[in-house]
């Protein structure tokens, strides 16, 4: 008797699921961070099923074709190492939800718990900022929540993978802010010529090069050109605090997350006055910088 015939209930695959993540030694961090939550957000998607709703359906007897479903998409995260928000295409930032696939990363920035409160108390005036700008945008997600924290704002996204692009429009379009979000494909700011922003956030890659050659499975899925950023991982940050000055308004604003890089930071830029701001599920992975402090 296999596998279909054996497991019978939505309980049953939940079960046999995080045994089996569990023995492979799976990595998350793509949207969960354990192998309950991931098995229970596959298995809930294939069935159509509410994501938030697991209890009432745990006793649920599955269809022969459903089984087979669950069955397929489980030994695809189990065989080839796929993060979860590929095979189901989206990835959750709160309550806003983004088309992902391979061309770009998936989402996991700290900007999103910043955005969810108008990047309070930095930013003092949210109806003050009337040009923003998220570079690197890679889904579009950040320049999606920026346009919802800031609602009197234009937002450029800015990505130099058309791929990316791609992925992102779609995004945009999902939300129908078409006509608030533009998509601008630029090496960071080379395309953006005089254009200056009130706000500028960056999620950059920062990946060091001694970090790249140890990434467990699941990240190499992702596309190398949105994590890897030379050997100390800040290559891309160095460029852009060269040539930010001309693109911030006199009281403009810079917020940069580098991840756990900001010892590596701070001895980098000795003499910037680095403003480390907290988020509620990190301390100290993102700086903030004032036009005039540049």
């Excluded at 990047?119 to 945008?137: F, K, N, Q, R, S």
């Excluded at 429009?169 to 998509?183: M, T």
């Amino acid at each position: 008797m296999g596998l279909i015939e054996e497991l019978v209930t939505v309980r049953d695959w939940l079960r046999w699921a995080v045994s089996r993540f569990s023995e492979v030694g799976l990595f998350y961090g793509h949207g969960t961070d354990n192998a309950y939550d991931e098995a229970a957000w596959l298995i809930l998607h294939t069935l159509r099923l509410p994501l938030d709703r697991l209890e009432p359906f745990l006793d649920a007897r599955l269809t022969h074709t459903e089984r087979q479903a669950v069955l397929n998409i489980l030994e695809q995260r189990i065989v080839r190492r796929l993060p979860a928000a590929y095979l189901t295409n989206e990835a959750w930032l709160g309550d806003f939800r983004f088309y992902v696939d391979e061309r770009v990363i998936v989402p996991r920035s700290y900007f999103a718990e910043l955005l969810a409160d108008g990047m309070a108390p930095w930013v003092l005036d949210p109806e003050g900022i009337h040009t923003a700008l998220d570079l690197c945008t890679g889904s579009g997600c950040l320049a999606i929540l920026m346009a919802d924290a800031f609602p009197d704002a234009s937002v450029d996204a800015v990505d130099i993978s058309a791929d990316a692009l791609a992925v992102a429009q779609r995004n945009v379009a999902d939300y129908h802010l078409e006509d608030r979000v533009q998509l601008v494909r630029s090496d960071l700011l080379n395309e953006l010529k005089d254009r200056r922003y009130d706000l500028i956030i960056c999620n950059p890659p920062y990946v060091t090069a001694e970090s790249m050659a140890a990434l467990p499975a699941e990240y190499r899925h992702e596309p190398a050109l949105a994590l890897a950023s030379g050997d100390d991982g800040l290559d891309i940050v160095r460029r852009l605090l060269a040539a930010v000055p001309d693109h911030l308004t006199k009281n403009g604003l810079l917020f940069v997350e580098v991840g756990h890089n900001a010892d590596i930071v701070e001895a980098a830029f000795p003499d910037l006055p680095l403003t480390w701001v907290d988020a509620p599920s990190g301390e100290g992975k993102i700086f903030l910088l004032a036009r005039s402090d540049l």
